[in-house]
C-alpha cells in the first residue's frame, strides 16, 4: 500500500531540496538566458492570483489551436455541475471525498484526476479547487473515475522524459502508450512529474502536442528556459552573438502558476518544480525533438564560455535525442 499523499509531500519537499542544490549551482554560472514574465512564445498566468484575463487568453489560445477542447477554472468551490461534456478534472487545492453518483464516490486529494463523461458532475465534502478540460472523447471504460496517483498501484515511478534521474517521481496517469502507462487515453494525457533539469526540447507543429504545467510545488530557483526561435537553435553556425543573446528566456516559476506551451516552442524545466504535466491530445511517441546538441554547438561556433554560454542539458547535448 502506497503511503498516504499528506506524509509524502514533506518527503518530496525534502528530496527535492537536496536533488536541486547542485543543479542550481550549475545553471547560475550563465546567465545567457533573459529573464522575463511573460517570454515569447509561451503564456504563464497563477491560478492563485485570480488573473482572469491571463487565464482567457490561454482558454482562447489553447481552444482556437485544439478545436473540440475547451477549459475552465473554479476556485474553492464544493460542486461541479453536470453538462454535456466529457471533461478531465485536475484538483490543484484541496481534497475530502467527492461523489459522482451512489457508485463512484471516492477520497480525492491535489495531483488526483476525475474523469466526467458526458452528464456528470460531482459534489464534494469540502472545498476544492481544480483546473477542467473539457475534451472529445469519452474516456475509455477501463480508466478508473478517479486517478490517484498516490494510490493507485497500477501507478508508479517510471523515470523518463523530463525526469530521468532514477530517484525521479514521474507518475503517468493518463498515457498515448501502454508500455509506459496503465490508462490508455487519446484525447488528453498527464502525468505528474518532480522535474530537477530536463533535456531542452519542441513539440512539432505538425504532428506534436500542447502542453500545460499545473505547477503544485516548487523550489526558490524553479524555473523554465524557451525560446520561439527554434528554427535558429536547428541551425547553429547561422546564429550570431547578438542573436545568441535573447535566444532563450528564463521564467521563474511557483505554485498555482498555469503554464501554456503550445507546439514548437522550445523548453527546460529547470530547478525543482512538481508539476502536473498535461497534453493534448497526448504525449505522442517521437515528438518530443532534443536540441541541446544544437545549443552546445552554438556556443562552441561563437566561443561563448561562462557567464555569456547558452545554458543546456549536458548530458542531453552529446547526440541528437528524440522521444
Given at each position: ?89 485536475f484538483i ?44 472529445p472523447e ?30 525521479a517521481y ?154
Amino acid at each position: 500500500m502506497k503511503a498516504p499523499y499528506y506524509l509524502f509531500w514533506p518527503f518530496l519537499a525534502v528530496i527535492m531540496l537536496f536533488s536541486c542544490g547542485e543543479g542550481a549551482r550549475k545553471m547560475n554560472q550563465s546567465e545567457a538566458a533573459s529573464k522575463m514574465k511573460n517570454a515569447p512564445g509561451i503564456y504563464l498566468t497563477n491560478l492563485n492570483e485570480n488573473h482572469s484575463a491571463e487565464f482567457e487568453e490561454i482558454r482562447q489560445t489553447f481552444s482556437q489551436r485544439n478545436p473540440g477542447y475547451d477549459m475552465a477554472w473554479v476556485h474553492q468551490v464544493k460542486e461541479i455541475s453536470g453538462k454535456e461534456e466529457n471533461r478531465v478534472v485536475f484538483i490543484q487545492e484541496g481534497g475530502g471525498t467527492a461523489t459522482i453518483s451512489p457508485e463512484k464516490s471516492s477520497k480525492f486529494s491535489v495531483g488526483d484526476i476525475i474523469l466526467l463523461k458526458k452528464g456528470e458532475g460531482f459534489t464534494a465534502d469540502s472545498l476544492f479547487s481544480s483546473l477542467i478540460f473539457s475534451v472529445p472523447e469519452e474516456a475509455p471504460s477501463d480508466i478508473p473515475a478517479f486517478v490517484r496517483p498516490d494510490w493507485d498501484m497500477n501507478i508508479t515511478d517510471i523515470p523518463g522524459g523530463c525526469a530521468t534521474e532514477t530517484n525521479a517521481y514521474r507518475r503517468i496517469l493518463l498515457t498515448w502508450a501502454n508500455k509506459v502507462g496503465k490508462y490508455l487515453y487519446h484525447s488528453i494525457n498527464a502525468h505528474r512529474v518532480r522535474i530537477m533539469d530536463s533535456f531542452s526540447h519542441y513539440h512539432p507543429v505538425e504532428g506534436g502536442f500542447d502542453e500545460f504545467y499545473l505547477v503544485q510545488m516548487a523550489l526558490p530557483d524553479a524555473q523554465i528556459l524557451t525560446s520561439n526561435r527554434v528554427d535558429l537553435i536547428e541551425n547553429p553556425e547561422s546564429v550570431t552573438k547578438e542573436e545568441a543573446q535573447n535566444l532563450i528566456q528564463k521564467t521563474d516559476l511557483k505554485v498555482g502558476d498555469l503554464l501554456y506551451l503550445p507546439r514548437g516552442v522550445m523548453h527546460r524545466g529547470f530547478g525543482g518544480v512538481l508539476a502536473q504535466v498535461i497534453t493534448v491530445p497526448g504525449f505522442i511517441p517521437g515528438s518530443e525533438i532534443g536540441v541541446d546538441h544544437h545549443l552546445l554547438k552554438i556556443n562552441q561556433h561563437l566561443g561563448l564560455e561562462g557567464e555569456h554560454q547558452i545554458p543546456f542539458n549536458e548530458s542531453a547535448s552529446e547526440k541528437a535525442v528524440i522521444k
